[in-house]
Every structure is written in structure tokens, then in C-alpha cells.
């Protein structure tokens, strides 16, 4: 609820984001005052309380194993809400301040390794492997595979976001060009191409009314550059080096199994 | 923070509200894009790592007690940060949503109730008791305690906020009739005044542009409706109470006594 109302968004999964959802009921009630602020408003605390109650269930999910397991889980449990704080305002923060061309590509993965890479995989496995009592190389196994299936999911989200099929993806094609989002997509595109091209580029990306025939120009500069490449590298890499925390490890091989194929969907999926 | 953004403030204790110092830092730096949507937002992320750090602390500050005693805090803590958000949603549902006539005392003391009774007295009473192991009857004395105080204070607040000395108070006097604030002496004042007086009160309360002469006007028609003489009489029998669930209860003499004196505090302070 709080990333919809930072990102302006109007809707989540296809249905009206919080924050709209009460604009309406205010616009359609009638009532007294300022409908965005009161939507916005409603949709801040809407968000706390989610925050509160979903601190309440982790606890009620712990209540019953062991003090030091327990301390353990929470400690991941609140550097996971931490990582995704920073994450976010990093994000919002790389949107906002200029930032040297030499450093974009580093702090573009800095964003994917906390928003996602942390927040969206690595903490909660290792919250998993905590409340279920891992062994030390376990742990450290999961610790291993978990960052580079988040920066391979969120480098191939960056790819959709530019290059994805609409009717897979149900976003509109381009839609991260529109938005403007500093990805490693991007930088590594800037870092490519010429000047005058780099122009054109800064101009173009950050404009939320680009035209079809401009989203596939930018699309052609971008692949052309070799940036496109350059992230598929990186992604194959970082699903090595998921593989490779895997092999050998003392795992039961079902959860191996799962595990493999969730870093492949991570790295591979379409939409 | 979120408090401020929601209630749009521009300071806080005197110093900028934060949604309003990244917006200055945004406007001074002359970055990119909206300034105060990036005050906003950053004020929303930082509230949020805020709320998580809180929580930190909670669980530092109860890891070495014992694990029912720590479980009890936590859902102490658990039900104050769910009162204070409802709390204040009720607060702004209040200004929004129109409430008929005779609810609108009801409504006024719901929000001092979930706000200020149970978030600000009741429930640090109760969480500082189980993590003191304080006994049954201790328990009960403490939670009848801290409701009637935590509304007193309430009450007090909305008392200062219409007659308050701003030499006192620090804020400009009437700060709440040009707010606009829905509190139970507005509702008292309503409730007794003929039509066209209220008629006037709706009008002017909720004027940001309030002059001082108005200002004046509004006290005299409050205080002649005997709206001011109700909410003392309430804030009396509040501190009664109070008082009455101290009596005979068994906590050491000191303690009593410090009870007492935030009581009074709460009851009869002038800024």
C-alpha cells in the first residue's frame, strides 16, 4: 500500500491500489474535504496496521519453537523489513538524485540486492531454515543461493520491463521506459552508446506518454548497445553461482529439486 | 511522520516535519522530479523504518525475561500499535464521513479512547506491569488506571486546544477550531447551541483562515453553550476514576504517589 502510493500507482494486481480505493469512496460518498489527501491517508495507515498484524502472525508462526530459534528468526525477520526499507528509499532516492554515470550501474544492483535479492528471497529462506532448525552449512548454503536467485529474478524483471510481451507480462510493453526506473538495464545501456545517443536516451526514459514507435526505438538502442547482452550474461551468472551454493550440499534432494527449479524460474520466466 | 503527512503539518517540536525537510533538501539540491512527493515518500519510508526499528528495540528490551512474560508485552505492544492506527483512522474518518448529530460525542470519545487512552496511558501502563511481573490484582488496578487518565488528558488537550494561552501552549490559540479538529467539546457545543448558531459553527470551524476576532468569537459561543463546563465536569469525573482504582491497591507508596501526580498532570495541565 505504501510502494503504490510512493510509485503513483493506480492499481495492484488489476484492481484499484488502496490509496484509489478510498479516494473513491470519497468522491463517490461525497464527502467532506480533499479526496486524494484523504486516500492517501487512509492508505498510509492501512499499511501500518498491515505492518503490525503481519509482525503479529510472524509471532504467532514462532510462539511455539524453541527461545534461541525464535530470537534468531525474528533477528532475520527485522533485517528483511529493514533491508526493504532502505531498498526502496535507495530506489526512490536513485530517481531523484543525480547520480555520477560511472556509479549507476553499482547502485542500481545495490537497489536489486536489497528490495529484492534480500527482502523477496534470501531472508525468507533463511527464516525458513531458522524456525526448521538448520544445521550451520545448511544455513550458510541457503545464505549462498538465495542473493543471487533475488539479483536473477530482479535483473530478468528489468528485462521484461523493457523488452516483456504485454499479453504475458499484462503490463504494457515498455512500461519501466515510461516510468523512468534507474535498472542496471539502463545504466548499462548509458554506459554503451554515445553522447548525443545517451541524450536522447536520458530524455526519452522518465516520459510516461512514449509512443509505441518510441518504446521500440529505445528498445533497438538498447539491444543494439549490447546492454541487453550484458544483463543476460549477468543473469546466467548469478544462476551459476545459485547452482553452485547447491552442489554438494546435505539437503534432502526433493528440496533441492524445488529449490533448482525455483532459481530457474526465477531466472528464465517470461512474465 | 506519517502523523504529519496526513495531517499535512509543516513542523514538528518546532523543527521541520520530516516529509517537509526532504522536500527542502529536494528544493535546495534542485534534483529531479516532484519535490513534495519526494518528501512524502520519504517521509513514508522513514516512518516505516521507524515503526520496524521500534519494534527492535521492544525485543531487545524484553529478551532477557522470561518467555510468558515476554509474550504477554508483546501483545501489549501488539495492541497499542493496532489502537493507535485505528485510532487515528477513526480520527480522520471523523472529519471526512459525516456522522449524524447525536453520534458525534460518542465518535469523539471513541478516537480520545483508542488514540490517547489506550495507546499513550493504558497500554505502556500494562506492558511496563507484565514486564515487571506485576501481580493480578496490580494488573487490573494499572488498566483501570490508565484508561481514565489517558482521557482526561485527551479531554485537557482538546480544552488547550480551543481556550489554550499560546504563550503556554506554544501554538497559536484556537489552533484546533482552524484545524477543524472533530473533538468532544465541538460535539457538546453542537449539540447545545440552536440551529443557526450551529449553522455558524460549521461554517467557521474547519477555517484555516480564522481570524483572531472570530477566533474569540468561537470561544464565547462554546464556553456560553456550556460545552466548556461539560468537558470539565467530564475531565473531573475521569480523575475521579482514576483515582478511585488507585485506592487501596498494593504497590508501594512511591509508586502511588507518582501515579497520582501524572494523573493530575494529565487532568489539570496548562500547555
New interface residues.
Partial sequence: M?DD??D?SDTRRGRPATHRAFESA?LS?G???DAE??G???A???G??L???S??LF?EGI?QIA?ERA?AA?RHY?EM??DV??G??LD?AA????TPDREQLDLALLVASFKSARYSVQQPLLIGATIGGARPDQYQALRAFGHPVGMAFQLRDDVLGVFGDSAATGKPSGDDLREGKRTALIAFARQAVPAPVRRTLDELVGDPDLEEGQVRMLQDVIRESGALARVEDLISSYARDADRALSGVALENASVGALRDLARAAAHRTF
Avoid: F, K
Avoid at 530517481?95 to 543525480?98: A, D, K, Q, R
Fill in positions: 505504501h502510493i510512493i503513483n470519497h460518498g464527502w467532506t474535504g489527501a484523504y492517501r491517508s487512509s498510509i495507515l492501512a501500518d496496521l505492518v503490525a498484524w509482525d503479529d509471532e510462539d527461545p530470537r525474528r527485522a523489513r529493514r526499507t532502505v526502496q528509499y526512490i530517481e531523484t538524485v543525480p
